[in-house]
C-alpha cells in the first residue's frame, strides 16, 4: 500500500500562480509513475498531467498545456504540479494518483492510489 497526501491548494485570482505538492509514503517512490487529476462539482474525474518514475518523460492534458508543469523530487517522495497563469476554469478538487504500471497515463482507471484532493479555486 501507498499513501498520497496532496497540499497547496487555496484561493488565487486569475492569471495568478499554485504549486501543489503530492507526499509519498514508502521505501519504492521511484517506482511508480505519478499523475494529477482534477474533478470540478457536477463534472467527471480529468487527466491534466503524468510523470514516469525517475522523472525523465512528462505527458500533460491539452488545456493546461504551456501553463502547469509536473515534475517530481525523489529524494524527498514529493510529486509537484506548478500552475502558472490560472484561468476561473482551472477551479477543481485536484487528486494525486500511482500506479505500479505503465501505459495509458491519461486513463483514471488505471491508478492504484489515490490521494484524498486538495481544492483550488481561481477567482474572475
Known amino acids: 500500500q501507498v499513501q498520497l497526501v496532496e497540499s497547496g491548494g487555496g484561493l488565487v485570482q486569475a492569471g495568478g500562480s499554485l504549486r501543489l505538492s503530492c507526499a509519498a509514503s514508502g521505501r519504492t517512490f521511484s517506482r511508480y509513475p505519478m499523475a494529477w487529476f482534477r474533478q470540478a462539482p457536477g463534472k467527471e474525474r480529468e487527466f491534466v498531467a503524468a510523470?514516469?518514475?525517475?522523472?525523465?518523460?512528462?505527458y500533460s492534458a491539452d488545456s493546461v498545456k504551456g501553463r502547469f508543469t509536473i515534475s517530481r523530487d525523489n529524494a524527498k517522495n514529493t510529486v509537484y504540479l506548478q500552475m502558472n497563469s490560472l484561468k476561473p476554469e482551472d477551479t477543481a478538487v485536484y487528486y494525486c494518483?500511482?500506479?505500479?504500471?505503465?501505459?495509458?497515463?491519461?486513463?483514471?482507471?488505471?491508478?492504484?492510489?489515490w490521494g484524498q484532493g486538495t481544492q483550488v479555486t481561481v477567482s474572475s
Open positions: 510523470i514516469n518514475g525517475n522523472g525523465g518523460r512528462t
Open positions: 494518483a500511482a500506479t505500479e504500471s505503465g501505459g495509458n497515463y491519461y486513463l483514471p482507471f488505471k491508478y492504484d492510489y
